[in-house]
């Protein structure tokens, strides 16, 4: 396996998460398990590692590469848990992946770089957003009483210090240089994404750049695939932008493409959260990404990657971004920081393809204006200073503590119920059985003080199996979560769905 993979770089630095910079600035090699799951992932891309093919034991593969046999079980573990591999009693195989977009081949390209601007991109509208009202239960929502306010207040005083009275003015409508390279250096470390400062373009929240995705790569009438169930956000943007939407089914290995979608609707954008679908949970497989990257290659198709809590995965590695899989994916990544920082803040990004990004520049300056450039600056120190690794770190303890409660809790009183959601995100959902009507049960939970989301409201196509309940728990201490468990299942006891009459 050596001979396939190469050897790993052993060193002291390897016992802390991720690489560090030494004595003399040298880079110190990343951890063992991630090292070991980066090679894995490079060979079965590649092509080193054919599908299909036996993975060493985890014990003949720890004594091969002299690293503990509980190394090997965590970077075989992370690989099946994103598709790479599947275990049975037979062992560890590799499974059958794209071999386009594997290998990483680029479209035909013309002498002119693929740039597929909307007509309409001198056109603006407002989207209004409206803000929870902070109940227990409530999706999305992150424990603001645990924001660690006076690190946050000496950033903020700091900036002030430093950056006014310059900072009042618009400044760049792409966001503050030093916080679009405090984001690309975070991305490329925790995230895996392929990206530069000068490729983040700082919006208004993720609803702005999903927005912003839409003006740039479309016309009126284009079509554009969704998640279903799925995010409405992304649904208000594409309608915003009159887009013809397509609703893509989602299943344990997240959307899911039906045979001759491509050729029927073939699309010019599709929209995915691929590290924690919204809301069902599922973690988009590595077979279906690098499938969905080669098909929109062929077809001319963006993809819109929306990584919306990617950092908040509690256990093993996290989840790689799909943007940086492969070479020049077409890929549009989008994030914010409402659920890792606090939803007041309403800053959001969107990291563009090089060439799309140098040549949006003019586009930028007619579609968005600089702004909130104090809170841009201090969020860049924030970043710089090492606050918002330790931030991440106590809010991924917090939450894996929390849902840990809630599933305990749903479990106990929900003993019949499906519960989705993985090891990851502020979030878990509940599949109510066909008897109780989601609708009605979240009304009834809003009258007693709690606000858990129908799962049936998030399909464009309600069925079945979107009948259930989106429950948050990032606002809602452990304590607090078994009780208002209770109270939803006494209420679901309750409730008939209504039956249609017979004609």
Not at 136 to 163: I, K, N, Q, Y
Not at 239 to 245: E, S
Not at 270 to 280: D, E, F, L, R
Not at 394 to 407: S, V
Request: proline share 7%; glycine share 10%; charged share 20%.
């Amino acid at each position: 396996m050596i001979e396939i993979i190469g050897p790993l770089a052993h060193t002291a630095a390897n016992g802390r998460a991720g690489a560090s910079v030494g004595v003399g600035g040298a880079q110190k090699p990343a951890p063992l398990q991630k090292q070991l799951i980066e090679r894995l992932q490079q060979a079965i891309l590649g092509g080193r590692l054919p599908a299909g093919s036996l993975l060493p034991s985890s014990r003949l593969l720890s004594a091969e590469m002299g690293v503990s046999r509980n190394t090997v079980v965590i970077a075989y573990e992370h690989l099946a848990a994103v598709g790479y591999v599947v275990a049975d009693k037979k062992g560890t195989r590799v499974s059958p992946l794209s071999s386009r977009g594997a290998r990483g081949e680029p479209p035909a390209r013309s002498a002119a770089p693929q740039v597929a601007y909307a007509a309409r991109v001198g056109q603006f509208t407002a989207t209004r957003t409206h803000a929870d009202a902070a109940l227990p239960l409530t999706p999305g929502t992150p424990a603001l009483d645990r924001f660690p306010l006076a690190a946050w207040r000496r950033a903020l005083e700091r900036s002030m210090e430093r950056a006014l009275p310059l900072a009042l003015g618009y400044g760049t409508p792409a966001g503050e240089p030093a916080l679009r390279d405090a984001i690309a250096a975070h991305l490329r470390m925790a995230r895996g994404v392929r990206c530069e400062g000068s490729q983040v373009v700082i919006t208004e929240g993720a609803q702005e750049a999903l927005n912003l995705c839409v003006r740039l790569f479309t016309n009126p009438g284009d079509v554009a695939w969704i998640e279903d169930p799925g995010y409405r956000g992304a649904k208000a943007a594409f309608n915003q932008g009159d887009l013809a939407t397509v609703p893509m089914p989602v299943d344990a290995e997240g959307i899911s493409v039906p045979s001759g979608a491509w050729r029927a609707h073939p699309p010019k954008l599709i929209y995915t959260s691929p590290a924690h679908q919204y809301p069902t949970g599922a973690v988009l497989s590595v077979a279906r990404r690098l499938e969905l990257i080669a098909e929109a290659r062929r077809c001319g198709a963006w993809l819109i990657e929306d990584d919306y809590d990617g950092e908040f995965r509690y256990s093993g590695e996290p989840i790689a971004s799909m943007q940086g899989l492969v070479d020049d994916a077409p890929v549009l990544y989008v994030g914010s920081f409402s659920k890792t920082m606090f939803p007041a803040l309403r800053i959001g990004f969107v990291v563009l393809p090089p060439a799309i990004a140098a040549h949006a520049e003019v586009a930028l300056y007619e579609m968005l204006r600089g702004g909130h450039r104090l809170e841009q600056l201090t969020l860049a120190h924030f970043m710089q200073s090492g606050e918002f690794g330790r931030h991440l770190g106590r809010m991924r303890r917090l939450y894996r503590e929390r849902q840990q409660a809630l599933r305990e809790a749903l479990t106990e009183h929900f003993a019949s119920s499906e519960i989705l959601g993985g090891d990851c995100g502020m979030h878990l959902t509940l599949r109510l059985p066909p008897g109780i009507d989601d609708q009605v049960l979240t009304e009834r939970a809003f009258a007693k003080g709690l606000s858990p989301r129908a799962l049936s409201s998030f399909a464009l196509k309600p069925h079945a199996a979107t009948n259930g309940l989106v429950i948050g728990y990032g606002n809602t201490s452990a304590e607090e979560l078994v009780p208002a468990v209770r109270v939803l299942a006494e209420l679901a006891a309750g409730i008939e769905k209504p039956r249609r009459r017979r004609a």
